[in-house]
Nanobody
Framework: QVQLMESGGGLVQAGGSLRLSCAAS????????MDWHRQAPGNQREFVAR???????DNANSVKGRFTISRDNTENTIYLQMNNLKPEDTAVYYC?????????WGQGTQVTVSS
């Protein structure tokens, strides 16, 4: 089973940018689902963005126009470029991969946006 490791989180002021990375321990080129979710304190985990095998993407309404998901199959890495960050984006961000019917989550990376 592939393992996932997120990085790139941190503290940023409102209006700033961060780029999250999700590095897989093995090939994810055959994954049927690759996406990012987030969970703020006291809230349920929620969908953020998804990239399909075709390369098409889907974003939550709350991040459309600000976040972009991408992938690099040669490096087995998924990215989330986050621009114009808002305090309400503060959360732990998790990447998820579904490969061969197996769902794998990363351990999460904290993103904190100050006003």
């Amino acid at each position: 089973q592939v393992q996932l490791m997120e990085s790139g989180g941190g503290l940023v002021q409102a209006g700033g940018s961060l780029r999250l990375s999700c590095a897989a321990s093995g090939s994810i080129s055959g994954a049927s689902v690759m996406d990012w979710h987030r969970q703020a304190p006291g809230n349920q985990r929620e969908f953020v963005a998804r990239i399909y095998p075709s390369g098409s993407t889907d974003n939550a309404n709350s991040v459309k126009g600000r976040f972009t998901i991408s992938r690099d199959n040669t490096e087995n890495t998924i990215y989330l470029q986050m621009n114009n960050l808002k305090p309400e984006d503060t959360a732990v961000y998790y990447c998820r991969v579904v490969l061969g019917g197996v769902v794998t989550w990363g351990q999460g990376t904290q993103v904190t946006v100050s006003s």
